[in-house]
């Protein structure tokens, strides 16, 4: 890959936003207090609670499999479990370290279409069985924007939470793309956070712009009790945490956050109508945040690795996955279009 091409594979091959870039310099000033103890973590702390519209704990660790392990292991003891989609990231991306962190607890697979959990999967993975012998179920792990890039909807939020009510279950939101479920549903946070019945939120800032670091937002306060230990033993917590805290201050008091959302998925929708004009390659799933999963004929995946894009295609239910970032523009979409309509024309 050449230096500075752009790329499809996923958002995080992009690099920092400008807004946040700025606010790392900002913090680079001479000498301030380790370990989260600076103003500048202080005033990120207050930036979530803003945007949430609610008192709330935050913490920052380095990246989305430890927010994820670390806020599934503040439910779970290690004989319990975790009802997740058969995608979720925790299940396939994370190399178990959910249970590693929690010491044991065991992920469940919840049934439903489009990466998405359904209420009567999750009654069923509880309910079937209650004996000892099965690890008892605790924690609802949903992805917002999902693994096919997919959005739950308040609505659909609320059922799930009825039902985690119904059975003493907490619910933990995989946030790594939050900020673009947001975008995506023109919604405020609040609404398919703490208002549809989600404990703990890993918000993450990596494929929104940021160069690391992601936020544990706990809305269930009691869950945190403690939550900074486990950072400090798991290697998460930044001795220079500043660098990790002030880049969140840029994005969130700039509304950059949504902005770069927005325009990420808006590149995808200019992507995914580009390539329902090609009528050898095929759209998986409803694209409702920033990517688009296709089918296409082998001799179409090859061509396009020969010219030089690269994709997943293990990601999800197989397809290729194409994904947009912060910085994808319309002549970046238009490049790609034109590439795989050219390998169509080909037999
Ligand atoms: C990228 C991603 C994460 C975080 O992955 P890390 O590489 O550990 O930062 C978590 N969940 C989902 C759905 C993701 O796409």
């Keep these: 890959m050449k230096r500075g091409e752009k790329q499809f594979a996923s ?30 973590t202080r005033e990120a702390c207050d930036a979530f609670r803003d945007i949430f519209e609610t008192d709330c704990d935050v913490f920052f660790v380095f990246n989305g499999t430890a927010s994820n392990s670390l806020a599934l292991a503040s439910i779970c003891q290690p004989y319990n479990s975790i009802i997740a989609n058969e995608f979720a990231h925790i299940e396939t991306d994370e190399c178990g370290a959910p249970e590693f962190y929690s010491n044991g607890a065991k992920i469940l697979h919840g049934k439903g ?8 999967s999750i009654a069923e993975a509880v309910t079937k069985r209650t004996d000892i012998h099965y690890p008892k179920p605790k924690a609802i792990s949903v992805t917002e924007a999902t693994e096919l890039g997919t959005v739950y909807t308040q609505r659909e939020l609320i059922e799930i939470q009825k039902t985690a009510k119904s059975f003493s279950l907490k619910v933990h939101m995989d946030g790594a793309r939050f900020a673009n479920a947001v975008a995506s549903l023109d919604c405020r946070p609040r609404e398919i956070s703490w208002q549809a019945g989600v404990d703990v939120l890993c918000f993450g800032g990596t494929k929104n712009g940021l160069a690391g670091g992601e936020a544990v937002v706990f809305f269930d306060k009691a869950l945190a009790k403690d939550f900074a230990y486990r950072c400090k033993q798991t290697g998460q917590l930044a001795s220079k945490m500043r660098f990790i805290a002030a880049p969140w201050v840029g ?28 009528p050898s390659v095929e759209i998986m799933f409803p ?61």
């Design 11 to 40: 958002d995080n091959y992009s690099g920092i936003c400008p807004e946040a870039l700025e606010y790392l310099n900002r913090a680079n000033h001479g000498h301030d207090l380790p370990y989260g103890d600076d103003a500048w």
């Design 113 to 120: 279409s489009n990466g998405k959990l359904i209420p009567d």
């Design 251 to 278: 994005i969130l008091k700039s509304g950059a956050w949504l902005k770069n959302a927005e325009n990420s998925n808006r590149m995808a929708a200019l992507l995914e109508a580009g390539i329902r004009e090609i």
């Design 287 to 347: 694209r409702e945040a920033n990517s688009v999963f296709v089918k296409m004929p082998e001799h179409m995946r090859d061509g396009l690795q020969s010219l030089g894009w690269r994709f997943y295609s293990f990601i999800g239910a197989g397809g290729i996955r194409f994904m947009s970032s912060w910085d994808t523009d319309e002549t970046d979409v238009k490049m790609l279009c034109s590439d795989i309509r050219k390998l169509s024309n080909v037999n």
